[in-house]
C-alpha cells in the first residue's frame, strides 16, 4: 500500500506548518501544537509499519512451512492474528483484510477448511465493497482471495477423493485388516488421518516473543 507521504514546511509569516498530502486530499495549514500531533502519529505508523513488515517476512517463513509441519502452520497463525492486532491499531481496513487471509491460510494447512472458507468469502466480499481508499486496487485484495480460494478448492478435491476411495476400500477390507498394515501403506483417510502435515513439533513456542511487538 502506498502510504500518504506527508511533507511538512513552515510559514514563518503565520508561524503555521503546510502539510501537503497526496490525491484525494490537498494542503493544510496547522499551528505547531498540531504539528506535534501529526508528528507523533506519524512516527508511530512508521514504527507499526515496520513491525508489521518483519511479522509478515516472519509469518511468510512459518507458513511456507505449514504444508508440511502442522505446528508451523500454528505459528504463522499466531504472527497472523499479531498483525491483525497491529493493523487494527493502525485503523487500515486493507491490512486487516489481508490479516485475516493470512489466518485462513493458516486454518487451511490445519485442515479446517469450512472456517477458511468462510474467511475468504467475507474479504472477497470486503474487496468488492470498498472504497479505493480502504481498499487500494495496488494491494490485488481480490486476487489474493482467488488465489486461496484455489487452494481450497484443490483441498475440498483432496478431501473427498479421500472419502471415497475409503468408502470403496471398507467394502473389500476388513477394519482390522487395514489397521494391521503399516501407516504409509493406509489408504487416505482411514486409521492414519491424511491431513498433509507432519504433527512432530519442531519450532519452539514464539508466543512471548510476538507479544514483545
Given at each position: 500500500?502506498?502510504?500518504s507521504?506527508?511533507?511538512?514546511?513552515?510559514?514563518?509569516?503565520?508561524?503555521?506548518?503546510?502539510?501537503?498530502?497526496?490525491?484525494?486530499?490537498?494542503?493544510?495549514?496547522i499551528?505547531?501544537?498540531?504539528?506535534?500531533?501529526?508528528?507523533?502519529?506519524?512516527?508511530?505508523?512508521?514504527?507499526?509499519?515496520e513491525?508489521?513488515?518483519?511479522?509478515?517476512?516472519?509469518?511468510?517463513?512459518?507458513?511456507?512451512?505449514g504444508?508440511?509441519?502442522?505446528?508451523?502452520?500454528?505459528i504463522?497463525?499466531e504472527?497472523?492474528?499479531?498483525?491483525m492486532?497491529?493493523?487494527?491499531?493502525?485503523k487500515?481496513?486493507?491490512?486487516?483484510?489481508?490479516?485475516?487471509?493470512?489466518?485462513?491460510?493458516?486454518?487451511?494447512?490445519?485442515?479446517?477448511?469450512?472456517?477458511?472458507?468462510?474467511?475468504?468469502?467475507?474479504?472477497?466480499?470486503?474487496?468488492?465493497?470498498?472504497?479505493?481508499?480502504?481498499?487500494?486496487?495496488?494491494?490485488?485484495?481480490?486476487?489474493?482471495?482467488?488465489?486461496?480460494?484455489k487452494?481450497?478448492?484443490?483441498?475440498?478435491?483432496?478431501?473427498?477423493?479421500?472419502?471415497?476411495?475409503?468408502?470403496?476400500?471398507r467394502?473389500?477390507?476388513?477394519?482390522?485388516?487395514?489397521?494391521?498394515?503399516?501407516?504409509?501403506?493406509?489408504?487416505?483417510?482411514?486409521?492414519?488421518?491424511?491431513?498433509?502435515?507432519?504433527?512432530?513439533?519442531?519450532?519452539?513456542?514464539?508466543?512471548?516473543?510476538?507479544?514483545?511487538?
Open positions: 500500500m502506498a502510504t507521504a506527508i511533507c511538512l514546511g513552515t510559514t514563518s509569516s503565520e508561524d503555521l506548518c503546510s502539510i501537503i498530502l497526496p490525491p484525494p486530499f490537498g494542503v493544510y495549514e499551528d505547531h501544537s498540531g504539528y506535534r500531533v501529526v508528528a507523533h502519529h506519524l512516527c508511530r505508523h512508521i514504527i507499526l509499519q513491525a508489521m513488515s518483519w511479522l509478515s517476512t516472519l509469518g511468510g517463513g512459518f507458513s511456507s512451512l504444508d508440511k509441519f502442522e505446528d508451523a502452520a500454528e504463522a497463525g504472527i497472523s492474528l499479531r498483525q492486532y497491529l493493523a487494527l491499531s493502525m487500515i481496513p486493507v491490512f486487516q483484510a489481508r490479516c485475516r487471509l493470512f489466518f485462513a491460510q493458516s486454518l487451511m494447512q490445519r485442515g479446517r477448511l469450512k472456517a477458511a472458507e468462510l474467511i475468504i468469502r467475507d474479504v472477497y466480499s470486503f474487496s468488492k465493497s470498498a472504497s479505493a481508499h480502504d481498499n487500494p486496487p495496488e494491494i490485488h485484495l481480490s486476487l489474493m482471495c482467488h488465489g486461496l480460494w487452494r481450497l478448492s484443490h483441498l475440498w478435491s483432496l478431501r473427498r477423493t479421500s472419502k471415497q476411495l475409503t468408502q470403496r476400500l467394502l473389500h477390507l476388513h477394519t482390522d485388516e487395514i489397521g494391521a498394515l503399516p501407516c504409509s501403506k493406509q489408504p487416505l483417510g482411514t486409521l492414519c488421518d491424511f491431513t498433509g502435515t507432519d504433527n512432530r513439533r519442531l519450532f519452539p513456542d514464539i508466543t512471548a516473543v510476538l507479544k514483545i511487538m
